[in-house]
């Protein structure tokens, strides 16, 4: 009973190609999240969804795209890689944080991307 | 804007010591205040959070941590390490109020256990 999944697990490409990343969270939230683990261990947001309606996005190059077909799913959909979007993503979720639901944050198991 | 500083890159302990790593926030207003735990490989799990209220905080995994205002601190702590808990733990801010919910993540500290 995975609360939050990712997939690949595992992503290397090369530079300049285009890939996604899907997630799906079976807990209910409204909110999901995208951040950016880098080698460094440092984790950043990227992007916040509540109810498939953006709610923050953070300074991040416009060829990060994120999909929220509905409120369980929150892809992210990468063009013309570089070598430094290298890094581990994790999707997240959590209860509607802008109606005091900023409670837990369940994270998925993350998807290490390297751009060769 | 927010800020949040894990002074300890590493900390290194024998099993069955106590612990306690450092959190320390900057920001005006008492915001709310996590810990996560991620373990090799894997996302990050909540160990405990703080809102309001009593200042010292349970979490799972026998995990506590203490909220100082004065100190803008919110250290984790734990009364006897186990060899399972080696892993990277993260501090984490949200400011709350201002409508603003962007959360700020600390560095991490990894701990090492040793037998």
């Known amino acids: 009973d995975t609360a939050v999944s990712q997939t690949p697990k595992y992503l290397v490409t090369q530079m300049g190609n285009d890939k996604s990343i899907k997630c799906e969270q079976n807990?209910?939230?409204?909110?999901m999240y995208w951040y950016k683990q880098d080698s460094k261990k440092f984790l950043k947001i990227m992007f916040s969804?509540?109810?498939?309606?953006?709610?923050i996005n953070e300074t991040v190059p416009n060829r990060f795209s994120p999909k929220s077909p509905d409120k369980a799913h929150l892809n992210l959909h990468i063009n013309s890689l570089e070598l430094g979007d290298s890094a581990v993503y994790f999707c997240?979720?959590?209860?509607?944080?802008?109606?005091?639901?900023?409670?837990?944050?369940?994270f998925g198991p993350g998807t290490r991307l390297t751009v060769l | 804007a927010q800020s949040v500083t894990q002074p300890d890159i590493h900390i290194t302990v024998s099993e069955g010591a106590s612990l306690e790593l450092r959190c320390n926030y900057s920001?005006?207003?008492?915001?709310?205040l996590f810990w996560y735990v991620q373990s090799p490989g894997q996302g990050l799990q909540l160990l405990l959070k703080?809102?309001?209220?009593?200042?010292l905080v349970q979490g799972i995994k026998g995990f506590e941590a203490e909220f100082k205002r004065s100190q803008s601190s919110f250290n984790l702590r734990k009364p006897s390490v186990h060899w399972s808990d080696a892993a990277e733990y993260f501090c984490?801010?949200?400011?709350?109020?201002?409508?603003?919910?962007?959360?700020?993540f600390g560095r991490g500290t990894s701990l090492i256990v040793h037998p």
């Open positions: 997240a979720s959590s209860q509607d944080l802008r109606r005091g639901g900023l409670l837990e944050q369940f």
């Open positions: 807990l209910g939230h409204d909110t």
């Open positions: 969804y509540n109810n498939k309606e953006l709610i």
């Open positions: 920001y005006g207003a008492t915001p709310y």
């Open positions: 703080y809102f309001s209220g009593d200042t």
């Open positions: 984490a801010v949200v400011p709350g109020t201002g409508g603003s919910y962007i959360p700020t």
